[in-house]
């Protein structure tokens, strides 16, 4: 019995605040963390596959080769059509989706997954979980339990998770994710199925099973990541098998995007851009008017708020849960957007996510209108140079590498970009994320698993970053080496995530490699030969390996800076500020007239004894303080 997929809208999503980016296209199939099952007799495992295999039909699954599945969809507010045709023998396939506001397809040849995204380009999905995830998809097509080696899949019956109804099964493919499967005791049908993806869990449950051709095949798949609201129901519509399909059925489609353009015969497009709290501002138009200040994020999507888009006149499709950073959710849409102006270059007809960033201002000290993401770096040659604060946009035709610097591989999950880099001697993978102000974050998974918290060095504990789930928070040190291809980042500043939930707690990357780190280079993206070039700045870098010397997180207040956090034993805390008291005043200043960004760098670059006399308020009463800087690591 395989699993349908279910449709890739917005599994996982972090916004460009603290840790990554907006994670939008990637297909939603389902991991499981490590669960505590207990062993059993290989008859168990074997009688309860065994049983499922008769129910399913048994021999009448002899010499059919391809199933072509079509299903009616419903949920996140959108409603169409999806298809799967697999190979019942290794389990490759081809997914598609059209839900009218958006469409797409993935599929997975044997070694490769890839995505066709909602813009119409297709990319290898190789990062990140989506390969294991689709390996997964492969193993339930076709099967490959029912094997007599179960598939080279490591199985365990689970007495701990099984119910008075159904007896659970945790399934680990190789090179796939861990699993769970729960399989009926009276009808020895699968029931439900649960995967982790990312910060998403997501359960399945199967029902009205009908007879094709002499097998059963579930008719309803509900699958929920435990809100109601954001439920998909894929309902049978129609069920085939056909015949053996040729190798190239199940490959990549070319990518065939023709629409950009470079106004004037030019080339390429230079924009200026402003780099505040570590990302990357510049201005752009959509549909003809603006310029509107977006967020340039490698970690991201192209999005409006919904804000812009209703002054746009914009239909806003769907509601979707996003998730990241933090362990709290955003609702999310889609949109259409008939043309994306960046400097002399422009797209046209593409397909937006509609998420509320503006929510986000408070923490950016800035109005958050939109961004650009994974759809205009994956048409573009993409040159970042931090030196000069510009962003190229060029043509891939007349693209010259010879001066771009060291050429690393990339890898997707999604629309994020992941390198393999080395920390402290210890390979992983990490995501590449202008859209992140920190120089370099490593997963909760990974920092226990290397046990870097106990080797580390003086620090504190702090919150660091903002995402749509809230503050997160990091043990922040001065770190070990981090390499990248040829290059040697010595002694950044480290932070070791504490968040339980979220981005920085999943387990299938090292890291999030941001800001601070990529400020050294000037980047060019090369989306579609997956390839990224690091060439250094030519001059020293401002702003560099520094860490708060105040201790604290301060969000814009309408009567000035918010106090959200106050780190232990720190500056802050020595001056008797509290979370929740309000900054009226620095130094004499009124704090409305300050940017955010501007007193944060100060805080952070200001050398250590440094006097800042502050102002606030609290419940009502004013107060005045002397807060000295210090170093924290």
């Not at 290794?90 to 989706?97: C, Q």
């Not at 119409?120 to 990140?128: I, L």
Request: charged share 20%.
């Amino acid at each position: 019995m395989r699993q349908a997929p279910i449709v890739p809208l917005v599994p996982d999503a972090h916004f460009p605040t603290a840790k990554g980016g907006l994670k939008m296209s990637r297909l939603i199939a389902f991991l499981v963390l490590a669960c505590a099952a207990l062993p059993a007799s290989a008859a168990d495992v074997d009688g309860i596959l065994a049983a499922n295999r008769a129910a399913m039909g048994g021999d009448a699954w002899a010499g059919k080769t391809v199933l072509k599945e079509v299903f009616a969809y419903t949920g996140q507010g959108l409603t169409g059509e999806t298809t799967s045709t697999f190979d019942l023998t290794d389990g490759r396939f081809v997914d598609t989706y059209n839900l009218g506001a958006v469409s797409g397809a993935q599929g997975f040849d044997g070694m490769h997954a890839w995505a066709k995204d909602p813009s119409g380009s297709v990319t290898v999905q190789d990062g990140g979980e989506t390969l294991p995830l689709a390996v997964n998809e492969a193993y339930r097509n076709a099967n490959l339990w029912w094997r007599r080696d179960h598939g080279n899949a490591a199985i365990v019956f689970d007495t701990a998770k099984s119910d008075g109804g159904a007896d659970a099964l945790t399934i680990t493919p190789r090179n796939g994710k861990t699993f769970e499967a729960w399989f009926d005791r009276k009808t020895h049908l699968l029931v439900r199925m649960f995967e982790q993806n990312g910060s998403s869990p997501v359960t399945s449950t199967f029902s009205a099973y009908r007879s094709v051709d002499g097998v059963l095949i579930a008719g309803r798949i509900l699958q929920s990541t435990g809100n109601t609201r954001y439920d998909q129901l894929q309902t049978l519509t129609s069920a085939n098998f056909v015949g053996h399909l040729q190798d190239i059925a199940y490959a990549p489609p070319k990518n065939h995007v023709a629409d950009f353009a470079f106004a004037g015969g030019a080339h390429e497009a230079v924009l200026p851009f402003r780099l505040i709290n570590g990302h990357i501002y510049a201005e752009v138009k959509v549909n003809g008017q603006g310029p509107y200040t977006f967020i340039f994020d490698t970690g991201g999507i192209n999005v409006v708020t919904p804000k812009l888009a209703k002054s746009l006149g914009l239909k806003i499709e769907g509601h979707l849960e996003a998730r990241g950073a933090g362990s709290g959710t955003m609702e999310a849409g889609f949109t259409h957007v008939s043309e994306l102006e960046l400097g002399r270059a422009s797209m046209k007809d593409q397909a937006f996510g509609a998420f509320p960033l503006d929510a986000l201002s408070d923490v950016e000290g800035l109005e958050e209108m939109g961004m650009v993401g994974f759809e205009t770096f994956r048409r573009f040659i993409t040159r970042i140079d931090y030196g000069s604060h510009t962003i190229t946009l060029i043509d891939p035709k007349y693209f010259d590498a010879n001066n771009a610097g060291a050429p690393v591989q990339l890898a997707f999950d999604g629309n994020v970009a992941e390198i393999e880099a080395r920390y402290a001697g210890i390979t992983g993978k990490f995501q590449l994320d202008t859209g992140a102000r920190s120089s370099l974050t490593l997963t909760g998974p990974f920092v226990a698993a290397h046990e870097l918290r106990a080797h580390a060095g003086k620090g504190v504990e702090a919150v660091t970053g903002w995402g749509v789930g809230g503050p997160t928070r990091s043990f922040v040190e001065r770190g070990e080496t981090l390499e990248i291809g040829p290059l040697r980042i010595v002694k950044p500043v480290v932070e070791l995530s504490t968040d339980k939930g979220g981005a920085m707690a999943e387990a299938d990357i090292a890291g999030n490699i941001g800001s601070g780190i990529l400020k050294r280079f000037a980047l060019t993206l090369d989306y579609e030969h997956q390839l990224v070039y690091f060439k250094p700045a030519s001059g020293p870098v401002a702003d560099l390996d520094t860490f708060d010397r105040a201790g604290l997180w301060i969000n814009r207040d309408e009567q000035g800076f918010k106090v959200i956090d106050v780190t232990a034993e720190a500056p802050a805390a020595d001056a008797g500020l509290k979370a929740g008291d309000v900054i009226t005043e620095v130094n004499g200043q009124p704090a409305a007239s300050i940017a955010l960004s501007d007193l944060r760098l100060r805080l952070r670059n200001d050398p250590p004894g440094t006097h800042v006399i502050l102002a606030f308020s609290r419940n009502g009463a004013s107060h005045k303080t002397d807060l000295t800087l210090r170093d924290l690591i």
